[in-house]
């Protein structure tokens, strides 16, 4: 796992050397292992490795091939020895994935996308062409952020380091801004920054001669099995078993000491359980615990790391610990988030401990069902006759009910009953927002709010090739392609790439999400957490475990942000109150609101301008 970075098309090569140089030191986190750069008239490439397989030298990059092909490569290709194999025309001189990468690349061109399976962001450039390829994995695990003009392109594993080209403003993008206060995060492929973009997962982009051209290779929904209909029960929970095996073995291959995150839940167990099936020794676990026992789960991590005997790690967290990590914690988001504090920590004592890769259960919850809002959908699907009563009568109810019982989760029921029309591809959206439009023109002067993008997202998807698809199915779509690309794999990576770990994820295997993707709901029915996952792995976990609460992964942050870090977000809002472009009265009255215990603010909502406000400090950014 490393970090990327280029620059093509800029004809001063001493600016573009000394732009490359410092791209790399931003990334020196993500690769503390090695680091190089190739530099001649078209191309600047960069590149810091963190060693996993191949430690050796052979591995070092940019790697050239045939005096043409030059590679700067973050990820792992978990296939890359079958796919070795397949290239019989090329001489192989390293044992590393980054290799086998480029060889495919030579062969097939971007083809060899359709063969790979793994985490992935590349940049080819081809010397003949003079052509810039660039390519991200299906999922969108490894993330790839750019800039580009008439005359400049500019590439990354991180918007930072784009920053420290010297070739870009630091600009806020108010579209990107407005995304941001509405979901915790901005929806690829825009960021925070004006004229910096993601490439989305499952694409690629061409670049030469000024022109861009990015084309989609893959798509979930272009990719149902319509034989997992016709399969009995016990013959699909045998298939997850075996891919979701085959996923986890895949994933342990490494040439560093590795380990696993446990929580205690579901989906860290599951990990843990199929790891030390084939494990020759003890796995290596990691679990964060609180003195507040309401939100602690080391019970149940206790007890899988009995069950499997682990060798078992715990975090005990107190809040004088945490309020010393979290400047650096804040200080490591590569772009702004609500989430990924509890990342930093875990990583950083996983690392700490001597570890530089582990797995996660990240993704299970999307595929199978977890979340509250496949029940709700379901719900939803049988309340269609809400549609039937007049607009103004759903509007009065939805007001009265506000009314009479205040909350967050009222108030979005209370929007719900105010559209239009009330189905899934338009409630959805509702349900992961932060603040409202209305909130968002009091937060944010002088803007004119963009479309919503996950409403936009959905439409996009309401195509014909989506009527067929299962309707817990367009949940995990409308998860996968919004809350977990955007804000848990974002977070993921630049959490612990911070600390110079390496983040596997089984459950997100293409291949298993595939075929999940096909099962029909009735096999999915959340009635019982995740009955399907449970049914699959047969009796690999006890039943504390299947029969516990769904809690989550989540910091004390009402209880903190009242009392300890009081001080802390107090400064934040006050610098970002202190911008222009945002409203210092309603600021201050959503803080005072907050610490009143306002029903209708959450601490997410108050947190989300606390991060805000430190990001832009941080960066330098220009309201």
Not at 18 to 26: A, E, Y
Request: glycine share 6%.
């Amino acid at each position: 796992m490393c970090g990327i970075n280029g620059i093509f098309g800029l004809d001063d090569n001493e600016k573009a050397r000394s732009g490359i140089l410092r791209m790399n030191d931003t990334l020196a986190h993500r690769g503390p292992d090695d680091g190089d750069i190739y530099v001649d008239k078209d191309i600047a490439l960069g590149h810091k490795r963190l060693s996993i397989i191949d430690l050796s030298s052979a591995g070092k990059q940019p790697m050239t091939c045939d005096d043409r092909y030059i590679i700067v490569y973050n990820g792992e290709l978990y296939n890359f020895k079958e796919i070795k194999d397949q290239i019989r025309d090329h001489q192989f001189t390293t044992k590393t994935d980054t290799e086998v990468v480029l060889a495919a690349f030579k062969k097939w061109g971007e083809e060899c996308l359709l063969n790979f399976n793994g985490m992935y962001a590349f940049a080819v450039f081809d010397k003949a062409k003079k052509e810039l390829f660039l390519a991200r994995d299906r999922i969108g695990i490894k993330p790839l952020y750019y800039y580009c003009n008439e005359n400049i392109f500019v590439f990354s594993s991180e918007i930072r380091a784009i920053l420290s080209s010297g070739l870009i403003p630091r600009r806020i993008d108010k579209n990107g801004l407005v995304d941001f206060l509405r979901y915790q995060t901005v929806h690829a492929p825009n960021t925070i920054l004006k004229n910096v973009s993601s490439l989305l997962p499952g694409h690629y982009i061409k670049f030469s001669n000024g022109n861009l051209k990015i084309k989609q290779y893959w798509a979930i929904t272009g990719h149902i099995d319509e034989s997992v209909a016709d399969k009995s029960y016990g013959n699909i929970c045998n298939d997850i078993y075996s891919l979701l095996q085959e996923s986890i073995n895949r994933r342990m291959m490494s040439d560093v000491p590795y380990g696993a995150f446990l929580s205690g839940g579901i989906d860290s167990s599951v990990i843990v359980g199929l790891m030390s099936r084939v494990s020759t020794k003890p796995v290596k676990t990691f679990s964060v615990v609180f003195n507040e026992s309401k939100y602690s789960e080391a019970k149940y991590s206790r007890i899988i790391a009995e069950k499997f005997k682990t060798e078992h790690n715990e975090i005990n967290l107190k809040i004088e610990d945490f309020a010393g990590m979290l400047p650096s914690a804040l200080k490591a988001l590569d772009h702004p988030s609500g989430d990924g504090p509890n990342t930093y920590i875990v990583s950083k004592v996983t690392k700490e401990a001597g570890i530089t890769m582990a797995l996660s259960g990240l993704g299970s919850d999307e595929l199978f069902a977890g979340y509250e809002i496949f029940k709700r959908t379901l719900r939803l699907e049988s309340m269609k006759w809400l549609n039937s009563i007049p607009f103004s009568v759903r509007n009065f109810l939805g007001h009265s009910l506000s009314a009479i019982k205040p909350g967050i989760q009222s108030g979005k029921l209370a929007q719900i009953l105010r559209l239009p029309e009330i189905c899934f591809h338009t409630a959805y959206p509702i349900s992961r927002q932060a603040f409202s439009d209305h909130q968002i023109k009091q937060i944010v002067t002088n803007v004119n709010l963009p479309k919503n993008s996950v409403s936009e997202l959905l439409e996009a998807q309401r195509s014909s090739e989506l009527l067929t698809i299962p309707v817990l199915s367009k949940v995990t779509n409308a998860e996968m392609s919004s809350y977990m690309q955007n804000v848990l794999l974002r977070d993921t990576d630049q959490m612990s790439m911070a600390h110079s770990l390496e983040v596997r994820v089984p459950f997100l295997d293409h291949k298993l999400v595939e075929y999940v993707f096909s099962v029909p709901d009735k096999y999915k029915n959340p009635l019982t957490p995740k009955k399907l996952l449970i049914d699959s792995v047969g009796d690999l976990l006890p039943e504390e475990i299947v029969k516990r609460t769904k809690m989550g992964f989540i910091l004390p942050w009402d209880e903190w942000m009242r009392n300890e870090l009081k001080t802390f977000c107090e400064d934040q809002l006050k610098a970002l109150a202190e911008r222009a472009l945002f409203s210092k009265e309603t600021i201050n009255a959503l803080w005072s609101g907050f610490l009143k215990k306002d029903l209708k603010l959450s601490w997410l909502r108050i947190w989300i301008l606390v991060v805000l406000g430190n990001w832009l400090k941080e960066n330098s950014i220009e309201s």
